[in-house]
């Protein structure tokens, strides 16, 4: 992205990248959710009467509903499709209706830039995606982004400058593993370019069909600094704040996702002439493997989840019992080490079934990816924040991923959850209400005014 995200460095402590003119901590004068202090920074102080307008950014979501949209309700706006394509030439109109001059980098991204006063400051980057799972909803990615423009076009509307520069940005091919955040975010491997999306192109053949450019990578990386800080608003794709009648989720961070191609080898042969006691089934090791998994992770307290999603038996006929079966293993959670110590148990146990079915496991690593742990003073103005608006709050975590964990690799990141009616997403039936997304754009609009005005 963002020739946008490289403005000239930043001087200064860690308090001054989030705007302080002082160098002072925004934590220490804050002071704890509840504690008086001699300032704080929530943005409410600086720009009470400032709002969005919560009927136009649900308005726009119905909308982009309106590409891709299936017969389920929801979108099948997989990246790269042309209900893709169309869409993004659709929100770049938004962008301009905005008062906002909306550009594609290089690496895919939809970047438009407020600029700030100050000129030495790096920019403070908002923004979410709109390419769907197959057969997904209408909030997923879709209420972060248009929140975001809301934001800019109510900051330009009210003529309030920032003195950092804003860039809003729609990140290209979220659903397909942050494809066009881990290109900025310089965690992209070439050798990705020539994997299929869900939309049977090439990521190297979509990058290209949305004006990308393969060849100048280069100019859209930015390294560690380049930014102030980022926010990201979403829902929250569980029914943690809707159970618990709470208003914004503060993200603590982004779990760690890790994924193995488990095979379990056995002995093929006939089902009919061989004993039950004399047989080596791949798919019965496997089966007691995925109950297993189950059992080591719910054994202990805490918010790990494991899961197998995927399996297939082979030679996979009905008269021959299996003699080899792939399938696929995936912890997540914060911390690396509870999952370094889950898969350890993982691994001990598959052994044991290993020996007692006549049957060898063995593990691949395929995917990793760190967590990703939201900046503890961005937590604080999103809290405050929340707060001046009267909406209740909770600290939790993500468990599903986001382009936020690449914008952690080059900043300080926040990100804000609104609720999920019955915890679904990815799915047509995905919903949040109009006046939680409401909030939520509030929510991020005071954010950012209180990222940016600290010390000022």
Sequence with gaps: MLGALGAASLPGSAARSLGGARGTDPLREIGPAGASSPRAATGAELDDALRVDGARINGHLAQLAEFGKNPQGGVSRMAYSEADRRGREWLMGVY???GLAPRIDTAGNIVARIDGTDPSLKPLVIGSHIDSVPEGGNFDGDVGTLSSVEVGRTLLANQRRLRHPLDIVCWQNEEGGLVGSRIVSGEFPMAEL?????????LREGIAFIGGDVNRFAESRRAKGDIAAYVELHIEQGGTLEARKLDIGVVEGIVGLYHWDVEVTGFANHAGTTAMRGRRDALLAASRFIEMVNHVVTSEPGRQVGTVGHIEAYPGAPNVIPGRVRLTLELRDLAVANV?????????EATVIGQRSGTRFAFTPTVSHL?????PRIREFIRRSAQSLGLSTLTLPSGAGHDAQSMARLGPMGMIFIPSVGGISHAPTEFSKAADITNGANVLLRTVLALDGWGA
């Design 96 to 98: 301009r209706d905005a």
């Design 194 to 202: 020539e994997q299929k999306g869900t939309a049977g192109k090439t």
């Design 340 to 348: 370094e110590r889950l898969y350890a148990r993982i691994v001990k």
């Design 371 to 375: 967590p990703a742990l939201s900046d």
